[in-house]
């Protein structure tokens, strides 16, 4: 199968490789007391503990910021997370305020959710409501892994 720079397996996608690249590279920076940093395909010792304290398998990690990798006004940026929070809300789920951040710095830092207790199908019909190229999703082995929507 063929790999992307990063060594992970490629797929037929609409994605740049080099956008899918940069997904790869980014920290997924969970605020919490205690801060810590998810990376695809990477366990995260610190996550599965919030699972095993909060009794929860599964999470999302999701923006609506810059719909479709193009970046977009601040002030539609923050309207549309506005608008997933309170699809998150309405549907009773637990969220946490995170942060994506390029480490290289080329890419712009964007205000996040790790979602908790949503299904993966629950997940990728809402981040493609808010036109996310995809998202991050981790299961009980607190390993996340990228899914990609187009």
């Known amino acids: 199968m063929p790999t992307n720079s990063g060594g992970y397996p490629t797929f037929k996608t609409a994605i740049p490789v080099a956008t899918i690249d940069a997904y790869l590279a980014t920290d997924y920076l969970v605020n919490t007391v205690e801060r810590f940093v998810l990376n695809v ?6 996550l599965a503990r919030w699972f095993q304290t909060n009794k929860e398998d599964h ?16 002030t539609n ?8 929070i309170a699809e998150i809300e309405a549907r009773n789920l637990i969220y946490l305020e995170c942060e994506s951040r390029d ?14 207790g949503i299904s993966l ?22 390993t996340p892994q990228l899914i990609l929507l187009r």
């Open 77 to 84: 940026n923050r309207i549309a997370e506005q608008k997933l």
């Open 121 to 142: 199908q629950s997940a990728r019909v809402l981040v493609k409501r808010f036109r996310q190229d995809g998202f991050i999703y981790v299961g009980g082995d607190a």
């Open 103 to 116: 480490p290289s710095g080329v890419w712009p830092s964007e205000p996040s959710l790790l979602v908790f």
């Open 41 to 46: 395909g990477r366990p995260s010792p610190e």
């Open 59 to 74: 999470a999302a990690f999701i923006t609506a910021w810059n719909p479709l990798g193009k970046l977009t006004s601040d």
